[in-house]
């Protein structure tokens, strides 16, 4: 199975295996202004992001380089922040080196984002 991006299921399973120490994994997707953004999910559920996505708020496509909402672009809404599904980037899953827990991280693109959440 492939993500829209590239990314296999295939690949995250070689890593957990080859890293049985990893306990949490970095969710890393970089904002229009260059600032990384993300969230951080336990082991166990990397493979089903690889299946499924992850679901990161659209106003992270919104923001002025200090991390305040630009009500302008559109993207914010009276009744909050809506959601984009978000995809693992092919070959950017690595282990972070002195994390205590042991943690990795990985980039993540939106496919589509001006598709309708």
Known sequence: MTCPTGATLAEAEA???AHPE???????LTDSNGIARG????????????KNGRGFPI???GL??????????????????G?????????TL????NTKPPR???LWGFTNWMAAP
């Open 39 to 50: 969230k951080i999910i336990r082991r166990h559920e990397l493979l089903s992001i690889y």
């Open 83 to 91: 959601d984009l599904k978000a995809w693992p980037l092919p070959g």
């Open 104 to 106: 990795a991280e990985v």
């Open 64 to 81: 002025d380089i200090v991390g305040e909402d630009v009500h302008e672009t559109g993207l914010i809404w009276d009744q909050g922040d």
């Open 22 to 28: 990893i306990e949490a994994v970095d969710l890393i």
């Open 59 to 61: 106003s992270i496509l």
């Open 15 to 17: 890593f957990l295996a």
């Open 94 to 97: 690595v282990p972070l080196h």
